[in-house]
């Protein structure tokens, strides 16, 4: 059973550059969140898909976006690059709503993007 | 506010000394989870528990334990006899029974020196 994958697993961009970065879920899951990891920092949320849908939204400028497709997998993009968003990008993959039980979310190995 | 506090920024101990990673969180909420996460070099994070605020009971798995402790805010994790194999960062983390989304702290990066 495959786990959560990402891809590509690193980047180099420049800046004023757009990027798309890649995730398929665990299977069987139909959740997916973002976590952008900037160095010596803890992953912060970026947001959440569920059902095609953005669910929830962290602190971050409209120029990130994302999608879903209908079988699960996601992508972030994320428009005009600026030196600041060099980061690991983590993907998360959880079940949906579960009535009240948690979530268990599993994440990938993640993107490494650098903006020069 | 919700927030997670990992004062350690960075801890070096010798090879099978015990060593504790302190978190400490700010929450409103009543109903939340706690976690810790290791991340070593290869930058994926892997679970190692979750806890609910209704239960304080302290668990132990192995060389590793974790002490949780609701009228401190607190939600520390000690590894007994550390290995070099430990040297990681390592991450504590909150989320809520009303959604996904994790908060997490900055991280410890621990060294474990042989």
């Known amino acids: 059973d495959a786990g959560v994958t990402q891809s590509p697993t690193h980047l180099i961009k420049t800046r004023g550059q757009q990027v798309t970065l890649r995730c398929s879920p665990k299977?069987?899951?139909?959740?997916v969140s973002w976590y952008q990891q900037a160095l010596g920092q803890g992953p912060q949320f970026i947001f959440q898909?569920?059902?095609?849908?953005?669910?929830q939204r962290g602190n971050f400028p409209d120029r990130f976006s994302g999608h879903q497709f209908p079988n699960y997998s996601s992508e972030l993009n994320v428009n005009a690059l600026l030196l600041g968003d060099s980061a690991l990008y983590l993907c998360?993959?959880?079940?949906?709503?579960?009535?009240?039980?948690?979530?268990?979310?599993?994440f990938g190995p993640g993107t490494r993007l650098t903006v020069l | 506010a919700q927030k997670v506090t990992q004062a350690q920024t960075e801890i070096s101990v010798v090879e099978k000394e015990d060593v504790t990673l302190d978190c400490v969180y700010e929450t409103r909420d009543t109903t939340y989870y706690l976690f810790w996460y290791k991340q070593p070099p290869s930058g994926e994070l892997v679970f190692l528990i979750r806890?609910?605020?209704?239960?304080?009971q302290n668990e132990i798995s192995g060389r590793y334990s974790w002490n949780f402790q609701k009228s401190t805010s607190s939600f520390n994790f000690t590894i007994t006899a550390s290995q070099v194999v430990d040297s990681a960062v390592y991450f504590c983390?909150?989320?809520?029974?009303?959604?996904?989304?994790?908060?997490f702290g900055k991280g410890t990066r621990l060294h474990i020196l042989p």
């Open positions: 998360a993959s959880s079940p949906g709503t579960s009535g009240g039980k948690y979530n268990e979310q599993f």
């Open positions: 299977s069987g899951h139909d959740t």
């Open positions: 806890r609910n605020s209704f239960d304080e």
């Open positions: 898909y569920y059902e095609e849908e953005e669910r």
């Open positions: 983390a909150l989320s809520y029974f009303r959604d996904d989304k994790i908060i």
